[in-house]
């Protein structure tokens, strides 16, 4: 009996040992700062899976941090406010997401390094939505099917929304690098349309009669301008007047016809021969007939002699759409000395029309919808904000802006359809309260409700 006593003593002397010393580094650890929980670390994702070393978590292989980093200045006094991830509103109890801290303290997301923003303790929310359906909202604290609690959406979250369905967001610089974003800013560039058109050797027996037509009118004209009788000069004026008329049906200018009056008969440019130059008729469509004007220079190729440029310029354009092309003719001399151009010959024209230093939108920047246009501005410190615009030509890679975005502004060129996706789900997110599904009285609302009673 001696002996089982001694046992038993010796037994709890030792847990009392053991017991002793852990208080011991218990006592120890906090006096010097060194809590045992700030030595642990969780998985952002799992609060629940806690390790005394870094690494991976082993359900999603997302990088642990420190659980001081969580749990610093969690003192609850009144200076102290929250600070909530922009991207990352976990409202779950001891979730990193949500980092208490003293006010105007530097605070980033552990998960997106994104930097979060001010929630002064007494703010009051302007709704709560449902954690898994941004569209379902409430008024009031409320729980869905699942027991978790609504998302509250605060005032400093609703930011304005300058595009229908899309919202601004925060990128951090892993974001971006991660799925490549790159912007540009917009500049005064000097901008030029090339339109290329087929075209062929003019052969226009029609309008060389017309010509002629006009030269005896004016010819006739002149004959009888001294004539006593007025009806002589009379008929010749009106000669001369329907056969102008007909020249600016077919196109020429008034310039043109004036001194087609005074030219020997230009046979080469219209039915052949003579040498010099020749006309080339290019097919301009409908909505490109604002950038082709006499004057501009073009450049002449044709499968009839590969590699060769041939230049030449505009010199006049129909005033009348054809209605089986909806086109234009465009006429354009082409100086020909050696006589290399047959009549009826195709060819291809390529017509350059300057716009003049314009300001320049890049073409990788423009998400066109179809019914508006829209490109993502990088405000800088990640913030990204959807902007409407609107373009005019498309010129050589970039765009002549006439509105939405300003000078010296950095557009989004890359990654676009992928920012596009994140603006639309962030704009679902904050949509406003509606009674479809929304109120504490919804269907949803009372079944979830019964189904917790």
């Known amino acids: 009996m001696t002996k089982k006593r001694y046992l038993l003593a010796a037994a709890v002397g030792t847990v009392l040992s053991i017991g002793g010393y852990a208080a011991y580094r218990s006592w120890r650890d906090v006096s010097s700062g060194q809590s045992a929980h700030a030595a642990k670390y969780h998985c952002p994702m799992h609060p629940a899976y806690v390790a005394e070393k870094p690494g991976d978590c082993p359900i999603c292989n997302m990088k642990l941090v420190l659980m001081e980093d969580s749990s610093a200045g969690r003192g609850g006094s009144p200076e102290e406010g929250r600070k909530i991830c922009i991207l990352h509103k976990c409202k779950m109890p001891n979730c990193i997401m949500e980092l208490p801290h003293k006010v105007g303290e530097t605070v980033t997301c552990p998960v997106c390094g994104t930097k979060v923003f001010d929630a002064p303790a007494d703010a009051r929310p302007l709704y709560y939505r449902h954690p898994m359906r941004p569209d379902v909202s409430s008024p009031a604290p409320k729980k869905d099917e699942m027991g978790m609690d609504y998302i509250p959406v605060y ?31 917009v500049e005064r560039r000097d901008l030029a349309v090339v339109v290329r058109a087929s075209g062929k050797v003019a052969y226009d027996p029609e309008l060389y009669n ?29 000669l001369v007047r329907a056969s102008t008329l007909r020249l600016r049906q077919l196109g020429l200018t008034d310039a043109q016809i004036e001194a087609s009056a005074h030219e020997a008969a230009a046979t080469n440019l219209l039915i052949g021969g003579g040498g010099g130059s020749v006309w080339v008729y290019a097919q301009i469509y409908e909505y490109e007939i604002g950038l082709v004007k006499a004057g501009q220079s073009a450049e002449i190729t044709t ?78 410190a990640g913030r990204i904000e959807p902007r409407e615009v609107i373009v005019g030509q498309k010129a050589e890679g970039y765009y002549d802006l006439l509105s939405g975005a300003s000078q010296g502004e950095k557009v989004v060129t890359s990654a676009n359809f992928l920012i596009d996706s994140e603006s639309k789900l962030k704009a679902a997110a904050k949509r406003p309260p509606s009674s479809k599904g929304g109120g504490s009285s919804s269907p949803e609302g009372g079944a979830a409700s019964g189904r917790r009673r």
């Open 210 to 238: 017309t010509l002629s037509e006009y030269k005896e009118a004016v010819r006739a004209r002149e004959k009888v301008k001294d004539s006593p009788y007025p009806d002589a000069l009379e008929r010749a004026d009106a």
């Open 303 to 380: 499968p009839a002699y590969p590699g060769r440029v041939f230049r030449g310029v505009v010199k006049s354009v129909d005033s009348i759409l054809s209605a089986e092309t909806r086109s234009l003719k465009a006429r354009i001399e082409v100086p020909d000395p050696k006589g290399l151009f047959k009549l009826e010959m195709y060819v291809d024209a390529a017509i350059r029309s300057n716009l003049g230093r314009r300001l320049a939108l890049p073409e990788s920047a423009l998400l066109d919808t179809g019914e508006r246009q829209i490109v993502f501005v990088d405000l800088g």
């Open 155 to 185: 005032s400093e979250e609703k930011s304005g929304v300058p595009v229908e369905g899309q919202a601004a967001m925060v990128l951090s610089e892993e974001s971006r690098q991660m799925i490549g974003m790159k912007s540009e800013p």
